[in-house]
Nanobody, 123 residues
C-alpha cells in the first residue's frame, strides 16, 4: 500500500525558512516524479515544484523559483522542499504527490497524495 507522509510545516515569519519532507512507502519511487502542490483557503490546488526521476530533474513554478529548492533521497524514498524567503502568500497546505508519467504541473495526473502539512507565513 502506497503512503506519503509529509512533515515540517509550521508557522514562520515573512522572510523565514522551512523545510518540508515527504516520506513515501509501498514501492520503489526512484524513477517516479515526486512533486509538491499547495492549496490556500478558497483557492485551487496549485503546482509548486517537482523532481522527475532518479536524477532529480527539478521543476518550479515561477512564483517560487529562486526561493524554493526540491531534492530527493532515493535511498529513503523521501523528497524535500527547502523554502527560503517565505512570503505571506506562500501560506497554504502543502501536499506531496507521486506520478509515474504525467504532466508535471497538472494535479489530475498524480496517483497518490499525502495528507498535507500546513505552512503559515505571518507578515
Amino acid at each position: 500500500q502506497v503512503q506519503l507522509v509529509e512533515s515540517g510545516g509550521g508557522l514562520v515569519q515573512a522572510g523565514g525558512s522551512l523545510r518540508l519532507s515527504c516520506a513515501a512507502s509501498g514501492r520503489n519511487f526512484s524513477l517516479y516524479t515526486l512533486a509538491w502542490f499547495r492549496q490556500a483557503p478558497g483557492k485551487d490546488r496549485e503546482f509548486v515544484s517537482a523532481s522527475r526521476g532518479s536524477r532529480n530533474y527539478a521543476y518550479y513554478d515561477e512564483s517560487v523559483k529562486g526561493r524554493f529548492t526540491i531534492s530527493r533521497d532515493n535511498a529513503k524514498d523521501t523528497v524535500y522542499l527547502q523554502m527560503h524567503s517565505l512570503r505571506p502568500e506562500d501560506t497554504a497546505v502543502y501536499y506531496c504527490a507521486v506520478c509515474a508519467y504525467c504532466v508535471i504541473e497538472r494535479s489530475d495526473g498524480y496517483h497518490y497524495w499525502g495528507q498535507g502539512t500546513q505552512v503559515t507565513v505571518s507578515s
